[in-house]
């Protein structure tokens, strides 16, 4: 009979312990709930910290975040206004506003994240395809500054923009968010994370990038060749200059001195008889030794000074 009603008494202490904790829920910080009572949402969203009691077991508490979330799109192929195939990759940042009315029209974060893509890429390829590819490049008007790389051309210079990315990522998110206001969040951020082309297109970008590099390098090889042959051109001049300088200064000295050794000769001669006949037979020895060898004959006359050293040397 006393184990009977301890065991009575140890029932019933777990079913009220089971009811406490079917109506008590707690709520943090980081939190927000919807009560649900047979799948409806029964009165208004608990945004606040604590403890909080609902119906045991009919009752539902639905959490649902209370912190900025993120949403990564996928790469999509769009096309801008110019014709130009793009991949464009987005983020965004968002958050619960109102979990009542989220939890009517989205029931969870999954049908929120489904939700907002279907929004933001339609607005990302709207505002895109309006707009040509500088604009969704760039987001100021600046002027390049030279680098002094080689292949830079002087006359570069980059198109003016009206809109540009910035703003463009603006009207992206104002637009968004107009259409998700009912949907009970509010979209705060969104950015164009990565743009890029498609392979076709890329493929052509790399070959124009390619051709526009060897024309480049053709320019400066023909420059290079210009140069060389100008350099090559001033070096066989001044050559020239130095060899004809150098060949009038030998001519001078060689002039000076077969002047000086033709005075030497002169003096000599007239000095003395025998003087001129050392001379003369010196000059006629000279003249035997090119002209004459053991094969050469000649006529003479008898005049000639040569005959006469040939009959009567001394």
């Known amino acids: 009979m006393r184990n009977r009603k301890l065991i009575i008494q140890l029932a019933v202490t777990l079913v009220v312990l089971i009811v406490i904790l079917q109506s008590v829920f707690l709520v943090k910080e980081t939190e ?43 790469p999509n192929q769009v096309p801008t206004k110019d014709k130009k195939f793009i991949f464009v990759d987005a983020y965004a940042r968002w958050h619960i506003t109102d979990p009542l009315q989220f939890f009517k029209r989205l029931t969870d974060e999954r049908g929120a994240l489904s939700r907002i893509a279907d929004i933001l890429d339609g607005e990302t390829r709207d505002y895109i395809a309006n707009h040509n590819l500088e604009e969704v490049v760039r987001s100021i008007n600046r002027v390049p500054v030279r680098s002094g790389s080689i292949g830079e051309e002087v006359g570069d210079t980059l198109s003016d923009i009206l809109v540009g990315r910035l703003k463009i990522e603006e009207m992206i998110l104002h637009s968004s968010n107009q259409k998700a206001s009912d949907l009970g969040i509010a979209i705060l951020d969104v950015r164009l994370k990565r743009l890029n082309y498609v392979a076709e297109v890329q ?40 060899q004809s300088e150098a060949y009038r200064k030998a001519e001078e000295i060689m002039g000076k001195a077969d002047g000086r050794a ?11 008889p025998d003087a001129r006949n050392l001379y003369g037979f010196m000059k006629s020895m000279e003249t035997f030794s090119k002209t004459f060898d053991s094969t050469t004959t000649v006529i003479l006359s008898t005049k000639s000074e040569l005959y006469k050293y040939l009959v009567d040397p001394y």
């Open 262 to 272: 033709t005075a030497i000769y002169a003096g000599a001669y007239n000095k003395s």
């Open 32 to 74: 927000q709930v919807v009560i649900t009572q047979f799948g409806k949402p029964i009165g208004k969203a608990k945004t606040t910290p604590g403890l909080k009691i609902k119906v045991p077991f009919t009752q539902k508490a639905n959490y649902f975040e209370k912190r900025f979330m993120e949403w990564d799109g996928d």
């Open 203 to 242: 493929a052509q970008v790399y070959e124009r990038m390619k051709s526009e590099r060897f024309r480049i390098a053709e320019k400066f090889r023909s420059e290079g060749f210009g140069e060389a042959s100008r350099i090559n051109g001033e070096k066989e001049r001044d050559l020239k200059l130095i």
